[in-house]
């Protein structure tokens, strides 16, 4: 069973011609209770009787801020920052009844239960910078954003890069490179598995070339390596 709670609001200011800024802030909890048992053939060494029963839930509550410059009708600068502080509760628990040969050769049952309680607070920061320029026939945006997370405890940088050329007023070549960094969510624990502590950010590189065509009614052709 999933459960979720959650809003937001929007504020969108234009400040003058050249300025815009947009503000997010959010807030919310999201929950999930699973339950299960079964009953298997008995097997030596093999589960026999099994209940689980795990609870979890996390809160999260945070803000955005993201300006837009234009400095010049060819150029626009686009910077901001994000904070947002997550909580978590897990409550575990697993029963299993095995059975296994005694000393004396008898089949047996051994009963494991396994039970984890853990409450989990981080918090996770993000500051960002992009500049997108036009020059003749070919569009340029270089970017870089830097992320920090309490959980477990690290800080990645993650650079961007995207360059479109139009070949015709309906065709472009676009191609685009970068590095992107994905950490583990609060509410993510494998704990039934026996993890307890919050898994490194997985990272990813990046690089597409792609060449895009633009039909009639708002439809595009995309050709992607």
Known sequence: ?????????????????????????????VGSLREGGGE????????????????????????????AVELTPNLMVRFGGEAKRTRADYDYFAWTATAFLDVDGMARLRVDTMQVALAPRGDRTAA??????????V?????????????????HAAPRIEVAYAITPATSLRASAG???????????????????????????????????????????????
């Open 139 to 155: 569009t340029a945006e270089v970017g870089l954003r830097y992320d920090r997370t309490t959980l477990p405890g690290e800080s």
């Open 179 to 225: 590095r992107y960094y994905q950490s583990q969510k609060v509410g993510a624990l494998q704990v039934g598995d026996g993890q307890t502590l919050y898994s490194p950010a997985e990272r990813s590189d990046l690089m597409a070339v792609a060449l895009e065509r633009r039909l009639g009614s708002g439809a595009k052709l995309r050709l992607e390596a």
């Open 40 to 67: 298997d053939s008995p097997a030596i060494g093999t589960p026999e009787l099994m209940a689980v029963r795990d609870d979890r839930g996390f809160d999260f509550f945070g803000a955005r801020e993201e300006v």
């Open 1 to 29: 069973n999933w459960s979720s709670t959650y809003g937001w609001v929007t504020w969108d200011a234009d400040i003058g011609r050249r300025l815009s800024a947009r503000t997010l802030v959010q807030i919310g909890r």
């Open 128 to 137: 960002f910078v992009a500049a997108r320029g036009r020059k003749g026939g």
